[in-house]
């Protein structure tokens, strides 16, 4: 059987093109406008087919392999609800919202996938903005699905909750179920990062390992236009503490055979990716603080593994 083909919009760090590919996708184009997210495409699939260009630019008429693909997948930038509206940055992620969307007419995709924050499933805030999708998704024949995923039920070590869109044409539609859990149980941050935070010779490793028994809060990559690295917000700072990890700031390197180490420690970059499933191989461009705001910002691929196959499934009925 063919591989199943896609195009991935937004595609930042690669998160979700890299599930996709690893349920039997095969991609036709990722589109990103920022140039180190196309970077680290490059750099790690030097054979894919990377676009850098905003989408509320892409005009699919210059692509014409983009046409007739059988997915359209979207990690879009987070929306936000009304009780941040006056954030300049909201006008335009609701707006690339749209843009993939209405993409659709387009490219004439037999599935969608968009993946963004929980709320945009049931939230109030958020009603206007899934009335104008089921408008136009019903205008092109599609049938479509609104649910929540939490990556931590996927086996990555972070509890992530995902709002998730799925269209389909009609005739594959009622062959689409969400995925399942893959794991019974979820993987605390200490299983997820021991063997790394080890691999300098620390002593300190297993018995930190041992205390760090819950899986991490939900990474946030934070604005490109303030700001520097750290693991989120105040609530997600305290989760932290409790095990030992201070959420302020990122480390170059993990602890060594002689350092002190009696208090906090800091997560490198390269682990916060293993936080995110990322294989330990996955290499991101940029310095320190672009190479976190990819990784927080990107969708888990064990996740987009899960949803590429329930897709599939649906497809090839």
Request: charged share 20%.
């Amino acid at each position: 059987m063919s591989k199943l083909r896609f195009v991935d919009v937004c595609a930042g760090a690669g998160g979700l093109a890299l599930g996709l590919q690893a349920a039997g996708f095969a991609p036709t184009l990722l589109l990103d406008k920022k140039q180190v997210a196309c970077e680290t495409l490059r750099l790690n699939r030097p054979a894919w087919n990377v676009l850098e260009m905003d989408l509320l630019d892409f005009d699919p008429a210059e692509h014409q392999h983009t046409y007739d693909v059988d997915l359209l997948s979207a990690g879009l930038p987070r929306v936000k609800s009304s009780a941040t509206v006056a954030r300049a940055e909201t006008e335009e992620e609701l707006r690339l919202l749209e843009a993939a969307v209405l993409l659709a007419h387009s490219i004439q995709p037999r599935a969608l996938l968009i993946e963004n924050v929980p709320g945009l499933v049931d939230s109030p805030n958020f009603e206007d903005v899934r009335e104008f999708i089921r408008k136009e998704l019903e205008h092109l024949g599609y049938r479509f699905r609104w649910f929540v995923l939490n990556a931590a039920d996927f086996g990555v070590p972070q509890d992530r909750k995902q709002g998730v869109l799925v269209a389909l044409k009609e005739e594959y539609f009622a062959a689409f179920s969400p995925p399942v859990p893959t794991v019974t149980h979820h993987v605390p941050v200490g299983q997820a990062l021991r063997r790394s935070m080890a691999a300098r010779g620390w002593p300190g490793a297993d018995a930190w390992a041992a205390q760090a028994v819950s899986v991490a809060p939900t990474l946030v990559g934070g604005s490109d236009n303030r700001g520097g690295a750290d693991l989120g917000p105040t609530g997600s700072k305290k989760a932290w503490e409790r095990m030992r990890v201070n959420g302020g700031a990122l480390a170059d390197d993990v602890p060594g055979p002689h350092d002190d180490v009696s208090g906090m420690i800091k997560l490198t970059g390269e682990q916060t990716a293993l936080l995110q499933a990322f294989p330990q191989e996955w290499q991101f461009a940029g310095k320190k603080t672009a190479r976190y705001r990819q990784i927080g910002h990107a969708s888990p691929p064990p996740v987009g593994t899960a949803l590429g196959r329930a897709v599939a499934t649906a497809l090839n009925s």
